[in-house]
């Protein structure tokens, strides 16, 4: 009677021992992307608004790029919260850019100390930005980008966002 009163013992507190075990080794399943914080305050749509020069001058060239890509005015970029990097609106514009930083599929974005960093794979491009507010207090982005015009050679181009 002592055997099987230890047994029965012994058996329960395994059991309970595996419970325990089983409910601490089980990690949470939900799949949940990450809150947008203060910092990631720009996660979101953003429209193309403007091409210039880092100083504010005329891009040079526009006119021919306005024409390669007409929808470049239609240009929105999709910050989302998992920090992958879309471009949708303007197919042309989006090869273009493609040439200076990846965008879309694979695309991946992350800020620290005012610089935005988006990467695909091996290919990394940091850039300062600037944040504030346009002319109809809506929030504004801009980020100046290095780039290559036909005649004249490399030109800082500052693409500047409305978020929508």
């Not at 419970?19 to 601490?24: I, N, Y």
């Not at 020069?53 to 240009?75: H, K, N, R, V, W």
């Amino acid at each position: 009677m002592k055997t099987s009163s230890m047994i029965y013992r012994s058996l329960f507190f395994m059991s309970v021992l595996s419970l325990l075990f089983v409910a601490v080794s089980c990690k949470d399943d939900d799949d949940k992307e990450p809150e947008p914080t203060e910092e990631h305050a720009f996660v979101g749509d953003w429209k193309f608004t403007s091409l210039t020069q880092a100083d504010g001058s005329e891009f040079p060239g526009i006119e021919q790029l306005e024409t390669a890509a007409p929808c470049m005015y239609d240009l929105v970029f999709e910050f989302k919260q998992d920090f992958t990097l879309n471009g949708k609106n303007c197919a042309e514009a989006i090869v273009f850019l493609n040439q200076y930083f990846p965008i879309g599929a694979g695309a991946k974005w992350e800020t620290k100390d005012n610089k935005l960093t988006i990467s695909r794979a091996t290919d990394s491009k940091e850039f300062a930005y600037t944040t504030g507010k346009d002319a109809s207090d809506k929030d504004q982005l801009s980020f100046v980008v290095p780039v290559t015009v036909s005649g004249i050679g490399e030109v800082n181009a500052k693409l500047t966002f409305v978020k929508q």
